[in-house]
């Protein structure tokens, strides 16, 4: 959670926490759930210097909440005039898609 990131950013300057994101085009009523982990540099260093599995990372350099969201903006931003299908196939590569792997009926 939150507030367990934090403690462990203050005493190791390592930072990671899992979110989860509805996130959907503006003229949409609804919106898709995205999940990922927000991680600082130090944190992806050390998980590949321990040679751990990583999970789906966003990667930020200030530990706060804007700096989590403006993270997934870009991600959003980096397929213009896209589809919503083309934006939300962007974003399942980076972060966990409630659909991914889901084949329609």
């Not at 462990?8 to 949409?28: E, H, K, N, V, W």
């Not at 009523?29 to 990583?54: D, H, P, S, Y």
């Not at 990667?59 to 934006?87: G, L, Q, T």
């Amino acid at each position: 959670d939150w507030d367990t990131s934090l403690e462990q950013y203050d005493r190791t300057g390592l930072f990671s926490c899992y979110f989860q994101a509805s996130i959907g085009p503006d003229d949409a009523g609804g919106a898709e759930v995205f999940g990922f982990t927000a991680c600082n540099r130090e944190w992806l260093e050390r998980m590949i210097e321990k040679n751990q599995g990583l999970p789906k990372l966003v990667v930020v350099n200030d530990v706060s909440f804007e700096a989590v969201e403006h993270a997934v903006e870009i991600v959003c931003a980096a397929v213009p005039h896209a589809s919503w299908d083309e934006v939300s196939n962007k974003l399942a590569e980076v972060m966990d898609w409630e659909f991914e792997g889901h084949s329609p009926v």
